[in-house]
């Protein structure tokens, strides 16, 4: 009986890791960089021609709202929830970061240049709370110490080199690095020198990175420019037409560790289909 509950736990263990196709993969980093159409990101030599090579390349991806706000809430909880400006929201729904908490697992939204502390602000320097969807959550904004343990500045290298890198990721680079007040040659030349390490280095190896626009520059269509990437992920060169949406890859995230869905467009969403390095 004993021997029979431990096998049972180990399965378990392991099925929260496993799902999608693909069970190397034990950390997600959703990266997201701004406003531009997809002719324009293909068209840059890290994002359209060093990157396809090496990854899965999503040709038919979309944002689902302007400005870019109702972007970011729909990436983490599956819907633009109302947030339809870039002014200050306040939700009491559920975000993907109560589904990985529920099943013990960790996340962290790295925020480049947030300045700590819970700051429930709009905007300090080149940090914009827009950006920076988790803190548009109560349940989060409104409790201290989830804050300052899972919304963070500038701690991934050193989670890295602690080997403590959290189950899902959410990296906003800050107003110029994300191509916003730069444009996309400057937020692909970011890019490279941020991601291109990442690619060969061990303490990443089990990660998946999926590079992302909130929103085309253009309003319609909202057609973006979307990438998965990874040392575990079986897809170089690998080009997918499907149609997907922010809906796809958060569907996709919540069944590599079988998270179950939030009930909004995540629930119907196609997923994405991964294979494993063998
Ligand atoms: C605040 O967050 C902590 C850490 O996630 C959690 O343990 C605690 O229950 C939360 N408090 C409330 C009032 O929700």
Redesign the pocket.
């Given at each position: 009986m004993q021997l029979t509950l431990s096998i049972a736990a180990i399965v378990l263990g392991s099925a929260q890791l496993v799902s999608a196709g693909c069970s190397n993969i034990k950390s997600v980093m959703t990266i997201v960089l701004e406003n531009t159409d997809y002719s324009e990101a293909i068209a840059q030599s890290y994002m359209g021609a060093t990157l396809p090579p090496k990854g899965y390349l999503l040709t038919n991806y979309f944002g689902v709202s302007h400005p870019s706000q109702g972007n970011y809430i729909a990436m983490v909880a599956g819907g633009v929830n109302g947030c339809k400006s870039d002014s200050n929201c306040n939700l009491g729904v559920k975000s993907v970061a109560d589904l990985l908490?529920a099943k013990g697992l960790t996340w962290k939204s790295y925020q480049e240049s947030y300045p700590g502390n819970c700051y429930t602000g709009s905007r300090s320097g080149t940090y914009y709370r827009k950006h920076n969807p988790f803190m548009s959550f109560t349940?989060i904004s409104g409790?201290a110490?989830?804050c300052a343990?899972n919304v963070v500045a500038s701690q991934l290298d050193k989670d890295a080199a602690n080997n403590a890198l959290p189950n899902y990721m959410f990296y906003s680079p800050d107003i110029n690095n994300d191509g916003h007040d730069t444009g996309a040659a400057y937020a692909d030349r970011w890019l490279k020198s941020f991601l291109e390490p990442k690619l060969t280095n061990p303490a990443y190896k089990d990660t998946l990175f999926h590079v992302v626009f909130d929103e085309s520059d253009t309003t319609s269509p909202n057609y973006i420019y979307s990438i998965l990437l990874g040392q575990g992920i079986a897809a170089a060169g690998k080009k997918d037409s499907t149609k997907y949406t922010h809906y796809s890859f958060l569907a996709t995230l919540e069944g590599i560790f079988d998270l179950g869905n939030l009930g909004q467009n995540d629930a119907t969403a196609a997923k994405i289909p991964l294979k494993c390095v063998a």
């Open positions: 908490e349940s409790n110490t989830r343990r």
